[in-house]
């Protein structure tokens, strides 16, 4: 196309801000429009709530730049709509009051020629039984509109990288419809874009989460079965993973985010009969707080007053984010069972229980230090200066992530999840 479209955002969390700016530097004219007043004003001032830094650097940019202007009320003038909003879950159930409520705000704007688009993970089928209804209730004729489902596909931690160079799958709503969805998508991104249906696309996008759901379940699985024969599950996957057709992911302690955790649901709900394997790769992934937890009665019985330092309270490594983070399932269930608890994270700023100013405070007098996640900055603890600040020396790592010999020669006792214990739990012989 190489024209230059003026474009309204709706919604600007951790897809919308970054999507946005790079339309805007793509020379579009870009409304960043959102419901949060404090979110515009931190925009603002520089946007210094959002951590991730080339994302904070492409904002600023964009901002500066001009063609990305900020608002707290919809543009009536914009061709083009991007739903960003997001899509929860409640009780496992899927909430789509955000898109609904989006969709409903959009409609009375639209005009003939018009391109609406949802990027919004949603459970496939809600184009059509959510976004054209809410239309259709405003008086919008669908059919003069161009409607597209354009799912975001980029992972916290390399946003802007995957903005630019992940492929995208576009589902139109009718012939033409994700075409001009991929006009516009085509002047910021280089991947390729691949059109088809928006309840294809729909599907496509929360398959994509739940894969990865039931692939790391499966690397849960084999955590605590390598632990029953005595073999280190994470040798074993990485030699398995040297066949060119073999790709098993990392075990760990759950899995945490706004997505991974939520999107199977979405499958799910749609027909419990037919998703017994999806629902069961949930199950084991919701179960690893409590293996942990387990583990850590082994050495330290619940209700003996014991103090858990627990290292990382996001929800993987490098981010901010604390959502769904494993850490808070696992606090609830150590209190649960008598033990206190600190958590240290240097990334994380907001989390929904305590968070200890400084690693020693953490750690002073602990009976146990348990590392939920590899954070870069964890990667050089030292465990010689760590182990006087503890009452007692036990390593508890959950991600394989500690060099566990030299925390055994500082005097730890080290249990890695899924590593090979050297009194293996049950070993089991054909009868
Ligand atoms: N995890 C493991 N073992 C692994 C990999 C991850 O236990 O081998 C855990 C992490 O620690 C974390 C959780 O899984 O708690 C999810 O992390 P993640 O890095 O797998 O994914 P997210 O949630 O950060 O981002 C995902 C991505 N989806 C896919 O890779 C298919 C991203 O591309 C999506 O855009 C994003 O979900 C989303 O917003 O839907």
């Given at each position: 196309?190489?024209?230059r479209?003026?474009?309204?955002?709706?919604?600007?969390?951790?897809?919308?801000?970054?999507?946005?700016?790079?339309?805007?530097?793509a020379?579009?004219?870009?409304?960043?429009?959102?419901?949060?007043?404090?979110?515009?004003?931190?925009?603002?001032?520089?946007?210094?709530?959002?951590?991730?830094?080339?994302?904070?650097?492409?904002?600023?940019?964009?901002?500066?730049?001009?063609?990305?202007?900020?608002?707290?009320?919809?543009?009536?003038?914009?061709?083009?709509?991007?739903?960003?909003?997001?899509?929860?879950?409640?009780?496992?159930?899927?909430?789509?009051?955000?898109?609904?409520?989006?969709?409903?705000?959009?409609?009375?704007l639209?005009?003939?020629?018009?391109?609406?688009?949802?990027?919004?993970?949603?459970?496939?089928?809600?184009?059509?039984?959510?976004?054209?209804?809410?239309?259709?209730?405003?008086?919008?004729?669908?059919?003069?509109?161009a409607?597209?489902?354009?799912?975001?596909?980029?992972?916290?931690?390399?946003?802007?990288?995957?903005?630019?160079?992940?492929?995208?799958?576009?589902?139109?709503?009718?012939?033409?419809?994700?075409?001009?969805?991929?006009?516009?998508?085509?002047?910021?991104?280089?991947?390729?874009i691949?059109?088809?249906?928006?309840?294809?696309?729909?599907?496509?996008?929360?398959?994509?989460?739940?894969?990865r759901?039931?692939?790391?379940?499966?690397?849960?699985?084999?955590?605590?079965?390598?632990e029953?024969?005595?073999?280190?599950?994470?040798?074993?996957?990485?030699?398995?993973?040297?066949?060119?057709?073999?790709?098993?992911?990392?075990?760990?302690?759950?899995?945490?985010g706004?997505?991974?955790?939520?999107?199977?649901h979405?499958?799910?709900?749609?027909?419990?009969?037919?998703?017994?394997?999806?629902?069961?790769?949930?199950?084991?992934?919701?179960?690893?707080?409590?293996?942990?937890?387990?583990?850590?009665?082994?050495y330290?019985?619940?209700?003996?007053?014991?103090?858990?330092?627990?290292?990382?309270?996001?929800?993987?490594?490098?981010?901010?984010?604390?959502?769904?983070?494993p850490?808070?399932?696992?606090?609830?269930?150590l209190?649960e069972?008598?033990?206190?608890?600190?958590?240290?994270?240097?990334?994380?700023?907001?989390?929904?229980?305590?968070?200890?100013?400084?690693?020693?405070?953490?750690l002073?007098?602990?009976?146990?230090?348990?590392?939920?996640?590899?954070?870069?900055?964890?990667?050089?603890?030292?465990?010689?200066?760590?182990g006087?600040?503890?009452?007692?020396?036990?390593?508890?790592?959950?991600?394989?992530?500690?060099?566990?010999?030299?925390?055994?020669?500082?005097?730890?006792?080290?249990?890695?999840?899924?590593?090979?214990?050297?009194?293996?739990?049950h070993?089991?012989?054909?009868s």
């Amino acid at each position: 196309m190489g024209s230059r479209m003026k474009v309204c955002v709706q919604g600007l969390g951790y897809i919308g801000l970054p999507t946005a700016a790079m339309m805007a530097l793509a020379g579009h004219e870009v409304v960043g429009y959102d419901v949060d007043a404090r979110l515009l004003q931190s925009l603002e001032n520089g946007a210094p709530h959002v951590k991730e830094e080339p994302v904070r650097a492409l904002v600023v940019g964009a901002l500066n730049g001009g063609h990305l202007t900020l608002s707290d009320t919809l543009p009536a003038d914009a061709e083009a709509y991007i739903v960003c909003v997001p899509t929860p879950t409640i009780d496992h159930k899927p909430d789509l009051s955000f898109v609904q409520a989006a969709s409903s705000a959009v409609a009375p704007l639209l005009r003939a020629g018009d391109l609406l688009i949802v990027e919004s993970t949603v459970p496939p089928g809600t184009m059509d039984r959510v976004v054209v209804p809410a239309l259709l209730a405003a008086g919008v004729d669908p059919d003069t509109i161009a409607i597209a489902h354009c799912p975001e596909r980029v992972i916290p931690g390399a946003i802007v990288k995957e903005l630019r160079e992940n492929s995208r799958v576009i589902g139109g709503r009718k012939p033409g419809d994700a075409e001009r969805a991929r006009t516009l998508y085509a002047t910021f991104t280089s991947g390729a874009i691949f059109t088809t249906d928006t309840v294809t696309a729909e599907l496509v996008k929360v398959i994509e989460n739940t894969y990865r759901d039931v692939n790391i379940a499966f690397a849960n699985e084999l955590a605590l079965l390598s632990e029953e024969l005595g073999v280190d599950a994470h040798e074993a996957i990485a030699l398995a993973n040297n066949h060119p057709r073999v790709n098993i992911l990392s075990p760990g302690p759950g899995v945490g985010g706004h997505c991974i955790p939520v999107d199977p649901h979405f499958l799910s709900n749609a027909n419990p009969f037919v998703t017994e394997l999806i629902q069961t790769a949930r199950r084991i992934n919701e179960r690893m707080p409590h293996v942990v937890v387990r583990r850590i009665g082994e050495y330290l019985a619940p209700r003996s007053g014991a103090r858990i330092a627990i290292l990382g309270a996001a929800y993987k490594a490098n981010v901010d984010d604390t959502r769904e983070s494993p850490t808070e399932r696992l606090e609830e269930l150590l209190h649960e069972r008598g033990y206190t608890t600190t958590v240290f994270d240097p990334v994380a700023e907001r989390y929904r229980g305590m968070l200890s100013a400084s690693l020693e405070d953490a750690l002073r007098d602990a009976d146990a230090v348990v590392l939920m996640v590899g954070h870069d900055a964890f990667a050089e603890l030292d465990p010689a200066a760590i182990g006087p600040l503890l009452r007692r020396r036990l390593l508890i790592d959950t991600r394989a992530f500690l060099p566990a010999e030299r925390w055994a020669a500082a005097g730890f006792d080290v249990y890695t999840l899924g590593g090979k214990r050297r009194d293996p739990l049950h070993f089991v012989t054909a009868s």
